[in-house]
């Protein structure tokens, strides 16, 4: 069992975690804790899937917490929703790893069912090393599968993941226009060949 300790330059952000076994099963998850110049706790992230953001008075008493689920619409990796080219099943997890080429290793679930506004795409995912290098592990997109259309894209580098064999979850915004409620839209991770990495799951909110 191990334990890490990491700050990072946008105000005061937290990251601990304990080393896990690399089997489907077993992967736990990072909790992440921003903090602000006055060095008080201001939210979470855990990697199962659940924001918290903490607001305070001027004494410094916390007046009110926001709990956000980051999958309240969601797919497993190995539903029958779900596309894959590369990689393989593990668990209700699917992975890649550097023997497998690069290319789309999750795509779909083509819903239907998206609301016009702003959204973030989630995806829950773990990686086997995250110091090796900075290269790119995988990119993940959402498309417009009607109308052929890449409304976000990020790219997602090893030292994003704060941790080894701990599932993650990242975010990307997009906004869907009135006029393409009701186009199938995708959530895409396409692999780079770069690590082994394991999806878990796939949404929005």
Not at 122 to 129: C, P, T
Not at 135 to 153: F, H
Request: proline share 3%; hydrophobic share 40%.
């Amino acid at each position: 069992m191990a334990s890490e300790i990491s700050y990072f330059a946008s105000g005061i952000v937290l990251t601990a975690f304990s080393a896990v076994l690399p089997l489907a099963a077993s992967a736990q998850s990072v909790t992440q804790y921003s903090y602000d110049a006055q060095g008080r706790l201001i939210g979470t992230q855990q990697g199962e899937g659940v924001t918290s953001d903490y607001t305070m008075d001027p004494a410094s008493n916390r007046t009110r917490v926001r709990v956000t689920p980051q999958f309240p619409t969601a797919w497993s990796a190995t539903s029958s929703a779900i596309g894959h080219i590369v990689g393989r099943a593990e668990g209700s997890a699917w992975s890649a790893s550097v023997y497998d080429p690069v290319g789309a290793m999750v795509y779909g679930p083509y819903t239907t069912g998206v609301s016009a506004g702003s959204h973030v795409a989630a995806f829950r995912m773990l990686v086997d090393n995250n110091n090796a290098d900075n290269s790119a592990v995988v990119i993940l997109d959402v498309w417009d599968a009607t109308a052929s259309a890449e409304l976000a894209v990020r790219t997602i580098t090893r030292t994003e993941w704060k941790a080894a064999f701990a599932y993650q979850v990242f975010e990307l915004p997009f906004t869907l226009s009135a006029s393409s409620v009701g186009h199938a839209l995708e959530f895409r991770v396409a692999y780079q060949k770069t690590s082994y990495v394991r999806v878990d799951k796939v949404g929005y909110r």
